[in-house]
């Protein structure tokens, strides 16, 4: 399969695809222009919201409006009236560091990893779970890139990419307490260029992993880990996807500039169709108050 441009967003960074089936809106991010979009593929139409520092990832809140992660704090959006609420204030993140690619679990706590802005600085980055209530658990240190993330349908695992070990790995994982255990290797992933960046799961419980360099996004069995399906992209900087549209048979796609032969293609949207349909997304529940 192969996708096709959706829309020319020219983005630095583009990252954090998710499908908001309430609004019918894809949601991503800019990193590096410190921006937050939504896309609406009926229309064509994408709006932008510029936060004036570098955004690691947006969700949908549970009450309305978007969480997002910014350079320095993670927050509450009001994409209408472009209000802004703190709900949580690191004290403890190198500020090397910068928020990168995050999710929230069934149970509505955000998960959202960092990473080093500055070359040649330790692996020092980590993978955070902001509960309700705000507070903020480091539960994966030493990571050096935090990207993909995605849950089981039955909240019994968790997918997650750290993607300069070059794997999709996976937890056992307690939805009642945001526990964590049991890390291993479900698809080691060297086998193919590029290195695994965001991911989405589908109702089949497959894991779509865009790989950054690889010019693809490639379907691993959620079980055994064998590649069982790939959508070719036409850029190399392939950073992350979501399964959405009306049917949920839509991949979208986001992409980077790069520096590749084929660079003018990369920071657009791309889209491709697929058999089998992805899930809802989890909203945020974190209190706003």
């Not at 190198?94 to 990168?100: D, I, T, Y």
């Given at each position: 399969m192969h996708a096709t441009e959706l829309h020319r967003a020219a983005a630095s960074l583009g990252e954090g695809a998710l499908w908001d089936d309430r609004a019918a809106r894809l949601l991503w991010v800019d990193i590096l222009r410190g921006e937050v979009h939504s896309f609406d593929p009926a229309t064509g139409r994408d709006s932008c919201l510029r936060l004036g520092e570098p955004v690691g990832t947006v969700v949908p809140h549970a009450d309305g409006g978007w969480v997002v992660a910014r350079k320095t704090d993670i927050i509450h959006l009001d994409p209408v009236t472009t209000?802004?609420?703190?709900?949580?204030?690191?004290?403890?993140?190198?500020?090397?560091?910068?928020?990168?690619?995050?999710?929230?679990?069934?149970?509505?706590?955000?998960?959202?990893?960092?990473?080093?802005?500055?070359?040649?600085?330790?692996?020092?980055?980590?993978?955070?779970?902001?509960?309700?209530?705000?507070?903020?658990?480091?539960?994966?240190?030493?990571?050096?890139?935090?990207?993909?993330?995605?849950?089981?349908?039955?909240?019994?695992?968790?997918?997650?990419?750290?993607?300069?070990?070059?794997?999709?790995?996976?937890?056992?994982?307690?939805?009642?307490?945001?526990?964590?255990?049991?890390?291993?290797?479900?698809?080691?992933?060297?086998?193919?260029?590029?290195?695994?960046?965001?991911?989405?799961?589908?109702?089949?419980?497959?894991?779509?992993?865009?790989?950054?360099?690889?010019?693809?996004?490639?379907?691993?069995?959620?079980?055994?880990?064998?590649?069982?399906?790939?959508?070719?992209?036409?850029?190399?900087?392939?950073?992350?996807?979501?399964?959405?549209?009306?049917?949920?048979?839509?991949?979208?796609i986001t992409t980077a500039r790069g520096e590749e032969p084929d660079a003018a293609h990369g920071g657009h949207l791309f889209a491709g169709r697929v058999p089998v349909p992805g899930l809802p997304c989890h909203r945020a529940a974190i209190r706003l108050s």
């Open positions: 209000r802004i609420t703190r709900l949580a204030d690191p004290q403890d993140i190198p500020s090397h560091s910068r928020w990168n690619d995050g999710k929230c679990d069934p149970s509505g706590r955000l998960w959202v990893g960092t990473l080093s802005a500055l070359p040649g600085t330790p692996p020092v980055s980590a993978l955070y779970r902001v509960d309700l209530d705000g507070k903020i658990n480091a539960l994966i240190p030493r990571v050096r890139i935090s990207n993909g993330l995605a849950w089981s349908a039955d909240a019994t695992k968790m997918y997650y990419i750290d993607s300069l070990r070059r794997s999709v790995d996976v937890f056992d994982f307690q939805n009642g307490s945001g526990r964590i255990f049991n890390r291993r290797v479900l698809a080691d992933t060297r086998p193919w260029p590029g290195v695994p960046d965001g991911m989405a799961i589908d109702a089949e419980g497959h894991l779509w992993v865009a790989f950054y360099g690889g010019h693809a996004v490639l379907r691993f069995d959620g079980i055994t880990g064998k590649l069982s399906g790939r959508v070719e992209v036409p850029t190399a900087c392939v950073t992350s996807c979501a399964l959405g549209g009306p049917d949920f048979q839509t991949l979208f």
